[in-house]
T-cell receptor, first 117, second 117 residues
Framework: AQTVTQSQPEMSVQEAETVTLSCTYD???????LFWYKQPPSRQMILVIR??????QNATENRFSVNFQKAAKSFSLKISDSQLGDTAMYFC??????????????FGKGTKLTVNP | GAVVSQHPSRVICKSGTSVKIECRSL??????MFWYRQFPKQSLMLMAT?????????EQGVEKDKFLINHASLTLSTLTVTSAHPEDSSFYIC?????????????FGPGTRLTVL
């Protein structure tokens, strides 16, 4: 079974600064996806960034980037130029690569990020 | 992007009654949908995988007679909480894998807050 560990229950950062959220995972699979989801106070889950395990290049989406270390099973999220709207719960998630869309997500416990003005 | 809706967004019911929550994929078809439960300040816990035209697959520890799932069409899955009790009060979220090449991404509904008095 796969497990996802987020060791930082809460973090805070000053507006415009950079913050890194940690995530490690455990799996015996070789083909999989990793995700960071954001859940703001509205509780709508929003995909922040996705990484395909077979790709060595780290994924980036504007101010968001990841440091994917496959051998170490580490998948951290870096948020640059933090904005007040980044305040949310952030969940790291793992999904086996399969067919037909029937693979389930395995979530970490989440990190509550607060961006201070 | 693909959109998933849930109805109702909030429901309050008396103990002992049954409550039905709908999850719809608005602009794509989903043969599989997932149902999660989320307690305050906690992560999403997968309850079951809903399969169109066949029985749902429940996670260990989830009572299938308590949480009835019906995936009646390619765009609709329903979760019925039967004989609800106060401990069933929670936030329920559904998701569906995106269409085509987006199948690796789960699209989430906005959630349903259930309060059982």
């Amino acid at each position: 079974a796969q497990t996802v560990t987020q060791s930082q229950p809460e973090m805070s950062v000053q507006e415009a600064e950079t913050v890194t959220l940690s995530c490690t995972y455990d799996t015996s699979e070789n083909n999989y996806y990793l995700f960071w989801y954001k859940q703001p106070p509205s509780r709508q889950m929003i995909l922040v960034i996705r990484q395909e395990a077979y790709k060595q290049q780290n994924a980036t989406e504007n101010r968001f980037s990841v440091n994917f270390q496959k051998a170490a099973k580490s998948f951290s999220l870096k948020i640059s130029d933090s904005q007040l709207g980044d305040t949310a719960m952030y969940f790291c998630a793992f999904m086996k690569r399969g067919f037909g869309g029937s693979e389930k997500l395995v979530f970490g416990k989440g990190t509550k990020l607060t961006v201070n003005p | 992007g693909a959109v998933v809706s849930q109805h109702p967004s909030r429901v309050i019911c008396k103990s002992g009654t049954s409550v039905k929550i709908e999850c719809r994929s608005l602009d794509f078809q989903a043969t599989t949908m997932f149902w999660y439960r989320q307690f305050p300040k906690q992560s999403l816990m997968l309850m079951a995988t809903s399969n169109e035209g066949s029985k749902a697959t429940y996670e260990q520890g989830v009572e299938k007679d308590k949480f009835l799932i019906n995936h009646a069409s390619l765009t609709l899955s329903t979760l019925t909480v039967t004989s609800a009790h106060p401990e069933d009060s929670s936030f329920y979220i559904c998701s569906a894998p995106g269409p085509g090449l987006a199948g690796a991404e789960q699209f989430f509904g906005p959630g349903t807050r259930l309060t059982v008095l």
